[in-house]
């Protein structure tokens, strides 16, 4: 089952933060709902994870676990990173935070695991925990000054 929930979860259109189809398309409602809605056995799994393994972490301290999410608190904003999909949202409004992993492959990874969303969620709360050092321009525009 497991592995069932790994190919749903990562054909699905919800885990393409690219997807450039989102628009008044049928397909944005599901979209919505399963890149921030209820957690599939896996991101229940990938939460039990993170719960062990944020009290290790330097960035331990700016992070919470809620039912769904990752809470970053960073300079500039305070972060929600969905644990199913690695979808932000920021507080307080929940606007969008688009970003994509780049191709040279920079995450995190992890010796004791082939979960590659939970590296991406950890490379992003890295990231977001230390958002007054960030310089990726497209980033910057979508961050509250």
Known sequence: MRD??????????????SWADRGEHRFGAYWASA???ALTGGAEVRRDVLARLLPRLAIGARCELTDRFL???????V???????????????????CIV?????????????DDER?????????????DDKITDATILRQLPR
């Open 4 to 17: 069932v929930d790994l190919f749903v979860g990562v054909t699905s259109i919800a885990a393409d933060d």
């Open 35 to 37: 890149g921030f809605g």
């Open 71 to 77: 809470r970053v608190r960073g300079t500039r904003a």
């Open 101 to 113: 992993p780049g191709r040279r492959g920079a995450r995190v990874t992890l010796p004791f695991d």
């Open 79 to 97: 972060y929600k990173i969905h644990l199913g999909s690695g979808n932000i949202l920021m507080e307080p409004d929940d606007a969008y935070l």
């Open 118 to 130: 939970l590296s991406l969620i950890l490379s992003k709360a890295f990231l977001l925990a230390a």
